[in-house]
């Protein structure tokens, strides 16, 4: 019977940390896509507090410039 480094190797262990960080990555950008102001990670690990009202105005902001080329677009 083999001993568990022969059927464990270095492939293993890499493809669980890359399983662990993609869903690591996954979730908080899922977290930071939502609307809530105040959200917590890791049982208080990671707390993020965001500014949702900025960000309301940068994407307000965002549709008048994209307006304003479909304007210009069709004005040519």
Same mark, same amino acid.
């Given at each position: 019977?083999? $001993?568990w480094?022969?059927?464990?190797?270095?492939v293993?262990?890499? $493809?669980i940390?890359?399983?662990?960080?993609?869903?690591?990555?996954?979730t908080?950008?899922?977290?930071?896509?939502?609307?809530?102001?105040?959200? $917590?990670?890791c049982c208080?690990?990671?707390?993020? #507090?965001?500014?949702?009202?900025?960000?309301?105005?940068e994407?307000?902001k965002q549709?008048?410039?994209e307006? #304003?080329k479909q304007e $210009?677009?069709?004005?040519?």
């Amino acid at each position: 019977m083999s $001993s568990w480094e022969q059927t464990y190797d270095s492939v293993f262990f890499l $493809s669980i940390a890359t399983l662990f960080f993609g869903f690591m990555t996954a979730t908080l950008g899922y977290c930071l896509k939502s609307k809530c102001e105040n959200f $917590s990670v890791c049982c208080g690990l990671i707390n993020v #507090h965001r500014r949702v009202d900025l960000e309301v105005q940068e994407e307000m902001k965002q549709m008048e410039i994209e307006e #304003h080329k479909q304007e $210009s677009k069709n004005n040519v």
